[in-house]
Nanobody
Framework: EVQLVESGGGLVQPGGSLRLSCAAS????????MSWVRQAPGKGLEWVST????????SYADSVKGRFTIARDNAKNTLYLQTNSLKPEDTAVYYC???????????????????WGQGTQVIVSS
């Protein structure tokens, strides 16, 4: 059974940081590009960031570039998202997703993804 389990969300003040994790099981993690997407209250899904299968190539949405860092540990089957300088507009449920056989130009095409987690809530508020 494929599982993606996110953790690390919570309530943080503006300017603060959180480290999100996504533990994967049930599929060959190292063969998939992995992404984070988010959904703010009342809005649609927004692609945030992707790392390729080996971890050497990353991409970020303009809204998070310079503040968020995506990484993966294939030995631990785990994906990470370090979020710094958080803003109230970063408030959302953050999901991790797995995709294969998709070029980097299409990493933001959420409908192409194979697997999704259940999400972890991030609230940025004073």
């Amino acid at each position: 059974e494929v599982q993606l389990v996110e953790s690390g969300g919570g309530l943080v003040q503006p300017g603060g940081s959180l480290r999100l994790s996504c533990a994967a099981s049930g599929f060959t993690f190292s063969r998939y590009a992995m992404s984070w997407v988010r959904q703010a209250p009342g809005k649609g899904l927004e692609w945030v960031s992707t790392v390729n299968s080996r971890g050497g190539n990353t991409s970020y949405a303009d809204s998070v570039k310079g503040r968020f860092t995506i990484a993966r540990d294939n030995a631990k089957n785990t994906l990470y998202l370090q979020t710094n300088s958080l803003k109230p507009e970063d408030t959302a449920v953050y999901y991790c997703g797995a995709v294969r056989f998709v070029s980097p130009h299409s990493w933001d095409k959420i409908f192409k993804y194979d697997y999704w987690g259940q999400g972890t809530q991030v609230i940025v508020s004073s």
